[in-house]
Each structure stands twice: as structure tokens, then as C-alpha cells.
């Protein structure tokens, strides 16, 4: 397989070609050495290692910022899946986190439910209000969807001040908090590092065959007798599960609930996180996520700085950089590009 | 009774002030321009230094942050969304990051001795002090100047589009942007010039709604969020749904207002937009009439 890329200068062009090791990989020929299985494994190994000792190297406050993170990462994973591979971009992350968190504070709350019981049901029935609410506008594609999903969290916040409901602007606070700072962190990763390779096994079987298609021409897919508005509702209750979790999960960190789960640090994180990682690798958000949340967590002090911070990496990267860090490393990994006299 | 009449309709106008700038973008050259609560917001704040900062004239100063916003506008498109025209995704993310970093921006704090506009002390003076009674309504003079600012700009704008070259070019460019390039049309220009406009015209919403109340940097989201609905509800890049649009959110919400009380505007809001979704995805005058198929 050969890429070419024409440059700017006319004399020369930049050739890419697949390592051999790459091609050797690909087949069963992997498992014929251990240069072949470790070029295959290095680098899920070096993820999942590196996200499982990630807690032991930090001091108390940076373990309650890799929980954060992991949330984070995993909301850039959801709406990196709803955008790169069903076409739905969906700028309210935040709503989901805020259906997550607020059933399982109320299930605390007004049931007294361990959250051992409330983060599962929480997850399960936050995902499922949240498809439900955003079904109206699943016939929606492009732009149209993307303006009512980044609307929906805003104008929740409104009504749950406006009525007066669910603890109002005050939020529910003393809810039920997880045993300790390992367990808090363990759970996460492990639910992190799951969904990843979930998802990335998902994104490969035929249900995703059938996402991808709905987002490259959806006519198709329903000429194939196939129901869109199905396909997109599992869509949206697989990454409204994974944003869910993570609200339902802080829910019980912080041991309280409030309007701040519908704020829009979660929606805007995760797409800078994504476009920063790289659309469309599912590893690339989450990195993205780990790196810039501990960024904006350092710039805390200074307020508003952090938000404008991450919005000026965002567009930087965006402009110059679309592609984002991990199909840059993808690239250099696999292949080898040289200058060529043309 | 006849409060609701004129209240809902200082209101619609209100929203098509509000609506116009955004939907004329789109319209125009299919870019969706996040930044516009921002630059509504900026307009505000830079009246605001310039008139107490400054010292300048009121309506000086409106007319130079005016022209700071169209400028910003035009640069938006300029070194942003030029580069990422025709992918959807992108442009809503890239405005989106420019607004909230004017919004965000505005509210930093202690850098280069800038204190941030924080708090309920920005007041824009109002262009006439006094109240009429019209019908047995007493209603302040600036009510009325919205009503006659947003007249203006619908009539200046019909008037623009249909008889100045610059106008009639956008319109060429919003109907059949292959067939007006091949006329010689500049697209990128005139995205640049309509993202310019509709800059002026939320500033121009800015200054003539601002005085009603506080300018405070969290009033973008909202403004950016009723431009959506009223985009969404009329159809997205149709001037005469915007404005159809505008009339029906301003009276259910004044309905709302005075029947339930002030909390149910959001519900009503949503309502609104949900019900019109389920019943007509493509809006009120929307001009994609199989929408699920072609957005």
C-alpha cells in the first residue's frame, strides 16, 4: 500500500510506505516471532500499564484528578464514537453526565441505595433517558443535530433552577461516597480501559459496518432495508451508557450532585480531547483526555484562563493539526515516509 | 390582554434581533457561527468601556465597537473557517472555541491589571429615558426603539440584499453558490462579508436590547441558544421562518409567562423545539423539505 502526498514543492514528493513488519502483522504470520507479536502488543500493553500505574505514581490530590480524567476520557470516547463513526456530533456530553449523576444521587438520596446498586442502574437508566430525550432529533443529521444536542444540557440546567426541582440550584448534597481513593480509581480505569477495547471491537463487527454507513450515506443504508433511526438509537444508548457511567460515578466521588454536572467543561473537554488525540482512533481521545485534563487542573488558580486555554489548543489544532496526535503516531509507527525527485 | 399583545411582540422582536445575524450566516454560506452569542456579548462590553473607559460619546462608541465586531467577524472567517469550509464538525467546533474564548476571555481575571467583567455593573444607558402609555400599557422608550430597530433591520436588510450589488451577490451565493461562482461571485468573499454582517447585526441586537438589563458574560450562552431555537424552529438559513419563528417563541413564552409564571420559559422553550422536531424536522419554512434525508 502506497501513499503518496503531493507537497507544495513541485520537485519533490513525500512517499509513504507500510513497514514490513506492519504487513507481516496483519496476518497470521504474527504469531511466527516475537519481534512480530511484541510489535502487535507493545503499545495496548503500554495503555493498559501505563493507565493501571498511572494512580500508584500520584500524590492524594492527582489521584482524584486521574478519576476525573478517566471520566473524561471516557466521554471523548463516547463522542468520538458518535461522530467519527455514526455522523452524530454530539456537543452535550454534559447531558449525559448530568442523567447519569442525577438518577443515581436521587436513587442515594431518597432510596438510601448503596451506589454499588445505584451507579449500574444509573448507567442503564441515565443512558435510556438520555436516548429517549434525544430521539426527536435522532431523524437530524450534521449541523441540526449538533445545535439541539448542545442545546439540551443548557436548557436542563434552566428548568431544573426555573422548577425548582432535584434540589434546584443547591444540587443534593451527602450522598453515599465510594469506600476509598484506590477503589475510586480502579473502578474507573478498569471501566475505561474496557469500554476501550469494546469499542474498538464493536467499531469492527458488523454493527459498526452498519454505523460507519449511516454516516457516509445513510440513503444507502435504508435502500439496504436497514431502520437508521434503530441503528442511531443504539448508537446514541452505547455512548450515553459510557457518559452516564461517568456522571453516576462523580456523583458518588464528590458525594453530591448539582447543576455543575450539566456544565460545559464536559462538553467542550472531550471534543478538544478528540480533536487534539486524533477523530477516530478511540485511543486518541482518551489520551487526549489524560493530558488535557491534568492541564486544565494545574491552571485551576487562574480561573477562566484554563477554559480559553483549552479552546486555543482546540482551534489550533483543529486548523493546523486535523488530524490529531494518534493517526499522526499511528503513521510513524507503521510506516516509513521519504523525499522522492519526481 | 393588550399587554400580552405588545409585551409578545416587543419579545418576537427581540428574538428576531437576536436570530437574524445567525441565520443570515447560515443562509448565506452554510457556515453555523458559534461565536455569535460572543460577539453579541463583546459588542456590549466594549460599549460599555468605551462610553465609561473612554469617555466617548454613546453613539460613537456604539459605532466603533460595531465596527470592532465586523471586523473580528470577517477575521473569524478569514484565519479559522477558511480552512475548514464544507466540514460541518469542524466549523461548529472552531466557532464554538472562538466564542468561548471571547466569552471566557472576558472574564479572565488579573492579567495586564484586566479585571474581568464579572458582576451586575455593566449598564448601558438607555437611548431615551422615559415610558408611554400605549392602549393603557405604560412601556419604556427602549421597548420601543427595539420594535423600531428591529423594523429597521429587516427592512434595511430586505432592501440591501435586493438592490446593492454586494446584497444581491449573497443572495446569489445562498440560492446557487456553483451558478453565482460561475458569474464571477466570490464565495469566500461574500462568506467573509455575510460572517462581517452578521457580526454587526448581533452587536447591533447588543446595543439596542442590552439597555433593558445588566451585560454580563453568561447572557452569550443564552443568546447564542435562542438564536439556535429560533433557527431550528423556523428552519435553519430561512430568513422568513427566522422571523415567523421569533413571533411564535416570543408569544408562547409571554403566554407562558403570564398564565404559569416566569419559571416555565425553558420548558416552553423545549417544548417548542421537541414538538416542531417530531412534527416538521425541517422547521416552519425550512427549505430541506425531506430533512432525515438531506441535511
Not at chain 1, 488530524?323 to 516509513?336: A, I, P, T, V
Not at chain 2, 472574564?107 to 484586566?114: H, K, T, Y
Not at chain 2, 430586505?158 to 456553483?178: N, P, V
Not at chain 2, 398564565?259 to 417530531?278: C, M, P, R
Amino acid at each position: 500500500m502506497t501513499t503518496n502526498t503531493p507537497i507544495a514543492a513541485k520537485e519533490e514528493r513525500q512517499e509513504r510506505l507500510d513497514r514490513g513488519i506492519k504487513v507481516r502483522t496483519e496476518g497470521l504470520y504474527a504469531l511466527t516471532s516475537w519481534r512480530e507479536m511484541s510489535y502487535l502488543l507493545a503499545p495496548r500493553a503500554l495503555l493498559i500499564f501505563g493507565l493501571l500505574f498511572l494512580p500508584l505514581l500520584m500524590d492524594p490530590y492527582w489521584q482524584r484528578v486521574v478519576c476525573v480524567a478517566a471520566v473524561y476520557a471516557l466521554l471523548a470516547l463516547s463522542f468520538d464514537f458518535l461522530a467519527e463513526y455514526v455522523g452524530l456530533v454530539c456537543l452535550g456530553g454534559a447531558f449525559f453526565i448530568g442523567c447519569g449523576g442525577y438518577i443515581s444521587g436521587l436513587l442515594n438520596h431518597h432510596l438510601g441505595w448503596s451506589p454499588f446498586i445505584t451507579i449500574p442502574i444509573a448507567t442503564i437508566a441515565g443512558a435510556m433517558v438520555s436516548t429517549l430525550i434525544l430521539l426527536p432529533c435522532l431523524r437530524l443529521r450534521g449541523v441540526y443535530f449538533a445545535i439541539v444536542s448542545f442545546m439540551f444540557p443548557m436548557l436542563t440546567v434552566n428548568i431544573i433552577v426555573a422548577l425548582n426541582v432535584f434540589g434546584g440550584t443547591e444540587g443534593i448534597s451527602a450522598l453515599a461516597t465510594l469506600p476509598n481513593i484506590w477503589f475510586d480509581q480502579y473502578i474507573v480505569i478498569a471501566v475505561l480501559i474496557i469500554a476501550l477495547f469494546v469499542m474498538r471491537r464493536l467499531v469492527n463487527e458488523d454493527i459498526g459496518l452498519i454505523f460507519r454507513s449511516i454516516k457516509d450515506n445513510d440513503q444507502a443504508v435504508r435502500a439496504s432495508g436497514i431502520s437508521i433511526t434503530l441503528y442511531k438509537i443504539k448508537a446514541v444508548f452505547i455512548a450515553a451508557l459510557m457518559g452516564c457511567f461517568g456522571g453516576a460515578y462523580m456523583s458518588h466521588q464528590y458525594g453530591w450532585v448539582g447543576i455543575s454536572l450539566f456544565a460545559m467543561d464536559f462538553s467542550i473537554l472531550p471534543i478538544a480531547a478528540t480533536v487534539m488525540g486524533g477523530g477516530g482512533t478511540l485511543v486518541g481521545p482518551v489520551l487526549g483526555a489524560l493530558l488535557l485534563t491534568p492541564l486544565s487542573e494545574a491552571l485551576r488558580g487562574f480561573g477562566q484562563l484554563r477554559v480559553v486555554l483549552y479552546c486555543l489548543i482546540l482551534m489550533g489544532f483543529i486548523v493546523y493539526k486535523p488530524e490529531g496526535m494518534m493517526n499522526y503516531l499511528q503513521r510513524k509507527y507503521h510506516q516509513f515516509e521519504h523525499w522522492r525527485k519526481v | 390582554m393588550m399587554d400580552i399583545l405588545i409585551y409578545g411582540t416587543v419579545n418576537s422582536v427581540t428574538f428576531s434581533l437576536i436570530a437574524v445575524g445567525f441565520t443570515l450566516v447560515y443562509g448565506v454560506s452554510r457556515l453555523p457561527n458559534f461565536a455569535h452569542g460572543a460577539l453579541y456579548v463583546l459588542v456590549g462590553f466594549m460599549t460599555w468601556s468605551f462610553v465609561n473607559d473612554l469617555n466617548l460619546y454613546y453613539p460613537l462608541a456604539i459605532i466603533i465597537s460595531l465596527c470592532i465586531a465586523s471586523l473580528l467577524g470577517a477575521l473569524i472567517y478569514r484565519l479559522v473557517l477558511i480552512r475548514l469550509r464544507g466540514l460541518p464538525t469542524s466549523e461548529i467546533i472552531a466557532s464554538f472555541a472562538f466564542g468561548l474564548i471571547i466569552l471566557e476571555g472576558l472574564r479572565l481575571q488579573g492579567i495586564g491589571g484586566f479585571k474581568g467583567f464579572i458582576g451586575p455593573f455593566y449598564v448601558l444607558p438607555a437611548f431615551v429615558d422615559a415610558k408611554f402609555r400605549i392602549a393603557g400599557v405604560l412601556i419604556d422608550a427602549q421597548r420601543l426603539i427595539i420594535i423600531g430597530g428591529g423594523l429597521a433591520v429587516v427592512i434595511l436588510l430586505w432592501l440591501f440584499t435586493h438592490y446593492s450589488k454586494i446584497g444581491l451577490s449573497l443572495r446569489a451565493i445562498a440560492q446557487d453558490e456553483q451558478a453565482a461562482m460561475m458569474l464571477g461571485v466570490d464565495s469566500d468573499r461574500v462568506a467573509m462579508i455575510s460572517l462581517a454582517l452578521g457580526a454587526a447585526l448581533s452587536g447591533f441586537a447588543a446595543v439596542v436590547i442590552l439597555p433593558l438589563g445588566n451585560v454580563t458574560a453568561e447572557a452569550g450562552y443564552r443568546v447564542l441558544i435562542y438564536a439556535l431555537a429560533v433557527c431550528i424552529i423556523g428552519g435553519l438559513g430561512s430568513w422568513g421562518g427566522a422571523i415567523l419563528a421569533s413571533f411564535v417563541l416570543g408569544f408562547a413564552m409571554i403566554l407562558s409567562t403570564s398564565f404559569f409564571g416566569a419559571v416555565w420559559e425553558s420548558v416552553v422553550l423545549v417544548g417548542t423545539i421537541i414538538l416542531i422536531l417530531i412534527f416538521k424536522p425541517s422547521g416552519l419554512l425550512g427549505k430541506q423539505k425531506e430533512l432525515e434525508e438531506r441535511v
